[in-house]
């Protein structure tokens, strides 16, 4: 099992800053990806970015640019560096762990989700 524990949301105007993190605890996987899913309105997830240890990165366009993630691997933590906010970047961001590659599944561990408000 794994656990995990997200933080850093909150009410940023445009053009703004925020980092979120999310740590995850229990049997940790040599192999294993981590990232961000944003939901939008009508509950559709969309990723935002992806980091595995193959290595491997990736970025929804719309992002690129200007979110970064990072991971501390001996604290087991991703984070996403979002800068240059704008009020489209707006929703629930969720955080995941995957063992092994590829983009994550729904059987996958999930964060609570974290509120990101753009808005001035």
């Known amino acids: 099992q794994v656990q995990l524990v997200e933080s850093g949301g909150g009410l940023v105007q445009p053009g703004g800053s925020l980092r979120l993190s999310c740590a995850a605890s229990g049997i940790i996987a040599s192999n294993n990806a981590m990232g961000w899913y944003r939901q939008f309105p009508g509950n559709e997830r969309g990723l935002v970015a992806y980091d595995s240890t193959a290595p491997s990165t990736v970025y929804a366009d719309s992002v690129k640019g200007r979110f970064t993630i990072t991971r501390d691997m001996a604290k087991n933590t991703v984070y996403l560096q979002m800068n240059s906010l704008k009020p489209e970047d707006t929703g629930v961001y969720y955080c995941?762990?995957?063992?092994?590659?590829?983009?994550?599944?729904?059987?996958?561990?999930w964060g609570q989700g974290t509120q990101v408000t753009v808005s001035s």
């Open positions: 995941f762990y995957r063992r092994g590659f590829g983009l994550p599944l729904p059987s996958d561990y």
